[in-house]
């Protein structure tokens, strides 16, 4: 069945230049394949990139559109046209590599980062963890110097921290002997502002019992509306954003270093991680979590404050 799907979808897919097809602007494509899958079928996003490749070849947005057809593949859990899929996408992306830079623009190191990360979350739904592991370890070292690095070691982190000692936090340090919560946010995150409510009910159930928050972010260049900004008027913003949004909950100036952004692999926001008294993660989750999540994860630290388990 997933062998059949995979041939409709691929022949689908393949290049038809006698027959006459739309064209469409670059930029459409990533929100037309994105769209399509609100309707239930995958069938328009096949349509759309088979027009664009014919159109335009094979670019860093077709291949980042592309990168969505593999996730929801993944997603569907129909693994085997999933991982040929992120595949590709990886090969094609490499091969542009030989001509260019990965971050002239933003296009192709998402389409890549995706086609790693999807490569790796198989691995590991297929029971491979060791595996993942190694994949990931080799692609950090590959693309150490790129962008992409933090969102490799995002999905490394995922593999393999739980269980181990937390990576320092530089301007934070994580307190000694006591559970503490990391929330890692940025200033333009609406799904950061989403968790506040969230947090301010775990800290006043449990901060009274000694669970500590720390609230690391870092500077992304820009402000309001993506308006460029010098280091330090952006510093000046995340304390204006704080003091508007998050002063319930983040009762200090946020520590600021894009190093901790690195080591914890936070390419998501918000990303929040539950370390115990004894400076073991216990979760490691890049996006939001619900209250009964988070509560339950925090609970069971807070029954075990030393970290003996």
């Known amino acids: ?21 739309p064209l469409f602007a670059a930029d ?11 309707t239930g079928s995958d069938g328009p996003a096949i349509e759309a990139l088979r027009a664009y490749r014919t159109a335009n070849g094979i670019t860093p947005e077709f291949l980042e559109a592309y990168s969505w057809l593999a ?16 595949q590709d996408i990886y090969a094609a992306s490499v ?21 790693i990360e999807i490569q790796s979350d198989l691995m590991i739904a297929q029971g491979r963890r060791s595996e993942a592991v190694s994949y990931l370890q080799a692609q950090l070292k590959t693309f150490a110097n790129t962008s992409i690095i933090t969102r490799i070691r995002k999905n490394l982190l995922l593999a393999d921290l739980e269980g181990k000692p937390a990576p320092a936090l530089e301007n934070a340090g994580l307190p000694k002997g006591k559970p503490a919560l990391i929330f890692f946010w940025a200033h333009w995150c609406a799904d950061c502002k989403a968790e506040i409510p969230i947090l301010t009910q775990i800290m006043s159930e449990f901060g009274p019992q ?8 870092q500077k992304y260049g820009y402000m309001a509306r993506g308006q460029d900004a010098k280091p330090a008027e952006e510093t000046a913003y995340i304390e204006q954003i704080r003091r508007a949004y998050y002063s319930g909950v983040i009762k200090e100036t946020a520590p600021i270093s894009e190093a901790n ?11 929040l991680v539950l370390v115990d008294g004894g400076g073991i993660v216990r979760t490691y989750h890049p996006d939001k979590m619900t209250y009964a999540a988070l509560r339950t994860a925090v609970q069971g ?7 003996t388990k």
Request: proline share 6%; aromatic share 6%; hydrophobic share 45%.
């Open 261 to 271: 952004f690195v080591r914890y692999g936070v390419s998501t926001t918000p990303t």
């Open 301 to 307: 630290v807070m029954n075990n404050k030393g970290g």
């Open 71 to 86: 996730r929801v593949e993944s997603t569907s859990r129909n693994y085997e046209p999933a991982e040929k899929f992120a």
């Open 95 to 115: 091969e542009q590599l030989k001509s260019r830079p990965m971050d002239r623009e933003p296009h192709l190191p998402i389409a890549l980062g995706a086609a």
């Open 1 to 21: 069945m997933i062998q059949a799907r995979l041939f409709r979808i691929v022949g689908r897919l393949a290049l038809s230049l006698c027959v006459t097809i």
């Open 28 to 38: 459409d494509i990533i929100e037309r394949v994105r769209a399509s899958f609100a």
């Open 210 to 217: 000694g669970l500590v928050l720390l609230a690391p972010t």
